[in-house]
């Protein structure tokens, strides 16, 4: 296992970010862990399609005037297909356990016990190589949240969309929730390589949508 551990500003093996968007009109679609992860993999398998996504959405965009979304979709349009994220069942107990904890209107990467991203998913199993966390506020779709990861609109640095694209990560997990501030949250977190232990014993969960 290959742990390195580096400042934000310098490349990633960790990226820790949330964004914040306007919320667009409601659609009935359950937001689920699968949910999320079907478009997560939607987006890595068919970057040209999800270009098309990208230019529809512009309207919700306007932090960098458009500048966000043109930009994701000469991205989108220029990627490479990656192969499909598996969706990781404790690494959804660890996001739902992170949503869980921002109901009450709280934000960020740190849980209240101090928690990272890395210390979360590691309740549930045995993570490798690298891992990273993208965090959604405001969204009330799968593909809303996606969406918003993938522009970035106002995250000078992409790192969500670098995480979705992130060619060395395999595994991934997400929850969705209420938010006391932003209506929703949705965590995903992804790993290289992860290998679930289950849940530990007399341990409940503390969140839906895992």
């Known amino acids: 296992m290959r742990l390195a551990i580096a400042a934000l500003a310098v490349a990633i093996p960790f990226q820790l970010l949330s964004a914040k968007q306007p919320v667009p009109a409601a659609d009935p679609e359950q937001v ?70 921002q109901t009450d209107g709280q934000t960020g990467h740190d849980g209240n016990d101090r928690s990272t991203p890395g210390d979360r998913i590691s309740r549930y199993g045995t993570w490798s190589v690298s891992w990273g966390e993208n965090i959604s506020y405001g969204q009330n779709t799968a593909r809303g949240i996606v969406l918003t ?3 970035d609109d106002g995250v000078r640095s992409r790192g969500h969309r670098k995480n979705i694209f992130n060619p060395k990560f395999n595994f ?32 409940s969960l503390v969140a839906r949508n895992f």
């Open 149 to 151: 990861l993938i522009i």
């Open 32 to 101: 689920s862990a699968a949910a999320v992860l079907r478009e997560v993999n939607l987006a890595r398998e068919n970057p040209s399609l999800y270009a098309t996504f990208a230019a529809e959405s512009r309207p919700f965009h306007v932090i960098e005037h458009g500048r966000a979304v043109d930009e994701a979709v000469r991205f989108l349009k220029r990627a490479r297909p990656l192969p499909p994220l598996t969706l990781s069942s404790g690494m959804s107990r660890a996001a739902a356990d992170h949503c869980a904890e």
């Open 172 to 203: 991934a997990g997400a929850a969705f929730g209420p938010h006391a501030r932003y209506r929703t949250v949705c965590s995903i977190d992804f790993a290289g390589g992860y290998a679930d232990q289950g849940r530990p014993a007399g341990q």
